[in-house]
């Protein structure tokens, strides 16, 4: 299934990028709910802007540096930004969405995070922001500008509007886009599709997933497919924790799965994808693309069981000599997926006469695991964004450094065992 969509707006920086508003309801005045994917009438957008040039800016005027102007928008989703190393607050980061339909991210600085009463899918109007530059590494919108509440922003919810917003819009990518894109460190789009294995379970009335078990690791796989090939899907901390609870509350077992703002990676030569901290998980028929989906996985039932997801995960033998290399070589290239270490104990694991060994002589397992990939935020150390100033515009690769520096340690560990017989 191929979701489209348009957005010709004029302060999008990708207008040709496919994206589709969700036809989840939106309320105006306690009247029936109307669909938002029939509200942005064109004559009604015009009217509006005619209406409220003077009083209200659209996002798709905001331009970098100071406005003392009102914002209307949604709040479609917020969440923290911390250093991946120190876990220090840099702060809120938010989509917004206002009437035509325009996303936008939004920015609280770590100072005035509480400040605001911030609640994912109100309404509410902003006067006096700041513009700053969009950050070049995992945007999730097309904007060019990111909306910073300043020290003098005013912020107020609206409660029933007189005027109809979205409650939500995804920007969706292909296998083959995912694939282009992959390791780039780019814009963060969304997958939709359905599910094949959970942590290795297939999908009966019977699963049951080990919670306890993926709070330890942070994380899970889910293998999933449209009619493109299997891929594999890890969600991290917050999105294995929101994954587990939504599997759990439906009462039965759900199979469509809709992931936003995933990070395409290699794994192995292959491709995955990741969650970031700015992810979502929607199952079935949570949102309208999701919806959209099961009425085609419906009619499609041949393309949808063409491939056995058991062959994906069928393990392949590789020598402890083609592990290591293979370790080795990713992490020369900055790869920051690796670890390898005991699973008693999670401590370093070197490589014995035949095998993989635990480096802690207390630890009473000898059970060496390898783990994929490492916490997904460790590509997102988020940008800093004061008033007044534009967002820092790159990243750090301090997790491709310590893959090096494990790398050498490896080696170090071979030529010392080899220099003591």
């Avoid at 004029?10 to 994917?37: C, F, H, I, Q, Y």
């Avoid at 702060?91 to 911030?118: H, K, N």
């Avoid at 800093?384 to 490896?410: H, V």
């Amino acid at each position: 299934m191929e979701s489209t969509g348009n957005s010709s707006i004029s302060g999008d920086r990708k207008a040709s990028k496919k994206t589709v508003a969700s036809s989840t309801t939106a309320k105006t005045n306690g009247k029936s709910p109307v669909s938002s994917r029939n509200s942005m009438n064109p004559n009604t957008v015009t009217a509006l802007s005619s209406a409220h040039a003077n009083q209200v800016m659209f996002f798709r005027d905001v331009s970098l540096g100071p406005r003392e102007t009102e914002l209307r928008f949604r709040l479609i989703h917020l969440w923290e930004t911390r250093n991946i190393y120190t876990k220090t607050l840099i702060g809120q980061e938010m989509l917004l969405i206002d009437e035509e339909g325009t996303v936008i991210q939004g920015f609280v600085p770590a100072g005035r995070v509480g400040t605001f009463d911030l609640v994912a899918g109100s309404v509410y109007k902003l006067s006096n922001f700041f513009g700053c530059r969009d950050k070049a590494h995992f945007s999730v919108a097309d904007h060019i500008a990111i909306v910073s509440f300043s020290w003098n922003s005013d912020v107020s919810i609206r409660e029933n509007p007189p005027f109809l917003i979205p409650e939500d819009r995804f920007r969706f990518h292909s296998f083959e886009e995912f694939m282009a894109n992959c390791d780039s460190k780019g814009d963060l789009y969304d997958y939709v599709g359905h599910m094949r294995l959970v942590n290795g379970q297939t999908l009966t009335d019977h699963i049951v997933l080990e919670e306890v078990a993926i709070a330890e690791k942070r994380h899970l796989c889910v293998h999933v497919q449209t009619h493109e090939p299997v891929m594999k899907l890890y969600l991290w901390d917050n999105a294995a924790s929101e994954f587990c609870q939504k599997f759990k509350s439906y009462g039965r077992t759900p199979h469509v799965l809709l992931v936003t703002t995933v990070n395409p990676k290699h794994l192995g030569g292959t491709l995955c994808l990741t969650s970031m901290s700015s992810s979502r998980v929607v199952m079935d028929d949570d949102v309208q693309p999701s919806k959209d989906y099961i009425e085609w996985l419906s009619s499609n039932t041949g393309s949808a069981n063409r491939i056995a997801a058991e062959v994906v995960t069928k393990p392949e033998k590789v020598t402890l000599e083609e592990l290591f290399s293979y370790i080795k070589q990713e992490a020369s290239k900055g790869s920051s997926w690796y670890y390898v270490s005991c699973g008693g104990c999670n401590s370093k694991a070197v490589k014995g006469p035949t095998s993989l060994m635990c480096n802690n002589k207390k630890c009473e397992k000898s059970e060496v695991t390898v783990e994929a990939p490492l916490p997904a935020t460790s590509d997102d150390i988020p940008t800093t964004m004061g008033d007044g100033s534009a967002p820092s515009s790159g990243f750090g690769d301090a997790a491709g450094d310590r893959d090096r520096k494990a790398a050498d340690n490896l080696e170090s560990d071979d030529a010392k065992r080899s220099k003591s017989g």
